[in-house]
């Protein structure tokens, strides 16, 4: 069970962006990884776009699922882990980060943030906590 991306997003007007992200790509070969990032930012980009104000959904991208929550005030996170990770889990992160990133981060930043102008450093320490680690492996 893994979590790959876990990323906050605005659903604006006339389109979404990144406003934040964290990746844990390092199971992926040397060469790959920026694809990988890539394609997770435009995969993120792509469901909140298609999903409704106020709706949570689960959908399955190759061999990824991809949780998205969109509220209502246009705030989004998406959670891109393998088919094992538990669905209830990925809400509950989802649920805690966009309350948090509201809380910090000022809703007038929203429609013109980007990752190099929001100020929010919780989201690697987010994905590095909810990795489920098989118990025969030590914590670092």
Not at 4 to 12: D, P, T
Not at 14 to 23: C, E, G, N, Q, S
Not at 36 to 54: H, Y
Request: hydrophobic share 35%; with cysteine; charged share 25%.
């Amino acid at each position: 069970m893994r979590l790959y991306s876990l990323s906050v997003l605005y659903k604006g007007d006339p389109k979404v962006h990144l406003l934040k992200a964290a990746y844990d790509v390092s199971t992926f070969n040397f060469f790959q990884r920026s694809s990988v990032q890539e394609f997770m930012t435009f995969t993120s980009q792509l469901i909140v776009e298609r999903s409704e104000l106020g709706s949570r959904a689960s959908v399955k991208e190759q061999e990824y699922l991809c949780h998205v929550y969109v509220r209502n005030d246009g705030l989004a996170g998406v959670v891109i882990g393998d088919n094992e990770y538990p669905q209830r889990v990925c809400f509950t992160l989802l649920d805690k980060v966009l309350d948090e990133f509201s809380r910090q981060v000022s809703k007038i930043d929203w429609p013109s943030g980007s990752p190099a102008t929001i100020s929010y450093a919780a989201l690697d320490g987010y994905l590095i906590k909810y990795q489920v680690r098989p118990a025969w492996r030590p914590e670092n």
